[in-house]
């Protein structure tokens, strides 16, 4: 019984690159929820998306970022030209169809950006 | 704008004492309540939640929290701490978000840190 993946664990990149991140939920879950983790400020809700739909971008940047879910495959954070601000833990959560809030995590995707 | 609050940064307990770690919460309905626990380079477990019902709710690995409406808190609790529970805990709060879009989305607290001191 699968929990959410992410991967890669860990991305090196360098300022100027892209960095594509991929989130596959849990079996079962059609929502997928994307927060960031910067040092001292704690998990931040970026976007939210269902199967082939953007449902809530509320907490993306307005540049640089974007998101998908396929109908097929996994969920991909984009960050298109990184700078160093963008180094941080980028987490993926997804949840059931009823969709109450009650979101599992996946282990996370640890960018560095040098 | 949902917001939750997290007093304590860090809190440091001897193993086999009990624990209470505080969450308050600002949100306009009946929220939905979380806890979550993140060993460190982990990602985020859910040791519980609320959404309605009994106040006192029990969660994984002997934690509990209690939903008092009339302090806007939800605060966890252990009678008695284990080594392994050393780790980051956050309160989160859930509900429609103010933009309407019928998102889910998740506000968290900053975390306490817990450190057990055998």
């Known amino acids: 019984n699968a929990g959410v993946m992410q991967n890669p664990r860990h991305l090196v990149r360098r300022r100027g690159q892209e960095a594509r991140l991929r989130c596959s939920p849990m079996?079962?879950?059609?929502?997928v929820y994307w927060y960031r983790q910067l040092p001292e400020e704690g998990l931040k809700f970026m976007v939210y998306?269902?199967?082939?739909?953007?449902?809530?971008e509320s907490g993306m940047p307005k540049e640089r970022f974007s998101a998908e879910f396929p109908k097929e495959g996994p969920s991909i954070l984009r960050i298109q030209q990184v700078v160093r601000g963008d180094s941080a833990a980028y987490f993926c959560?997804?949840?059931?169809?009823?969709?109450?809030?009650?979101?599992?995590f996946g282990p996370g995707t640890r960018l560095t950006v040098t | 704008a949902q917001s939750v609050t997290q007093p304590d940064i860090h809190i440091t307990v001897s193993e086999g004492a009990s624990l209470e770690l505080r969450c308050n919460y600002s949100?306009?309905?009946?929220?939905?309540l979380f806890w979550y626990v993140q060993s460190p380079g982990q990602g985020l477990q859910l040791l519980l939640k609320?959404?309605?019902?009994?106040?006192l709710v029990q969660g994984i690995k002997g934690f509990e929290a209690e939903f008092k409406r009339s302090q806007s808190s939800f605060n966890l609790r252990k009678p008695s701490v284990h080594w392994s529970d050393a780790a980051e805990y956050f309160c989160?709060?859930?509900?429609?978000?103010?933009?309407?879009?019928?998102?889910?989305?998740?506000?968290f607290g900053k975390g306490t840190k817990l450190s057990v001191i055998p």
């Open positions: 959560a997804s949840s059931p169809p009823s969709g109450r809030g009650e979101q599992y």
């Open positions: 079996k079962g879950h059609s929502h």
């Open positions: 998306l269902q199967k082939e739909n953007i449902i809530d």
């Open positions: 949100y306009g309905a009946t929220p939905y």
């Open positions: 609320y959404f309605s019902g009994d106040t």
């Open positions: 989160a709060v859930g509900g429609y978000a103010d933009s309407g879009a019928g998102s889910y989305q998740l506000t």
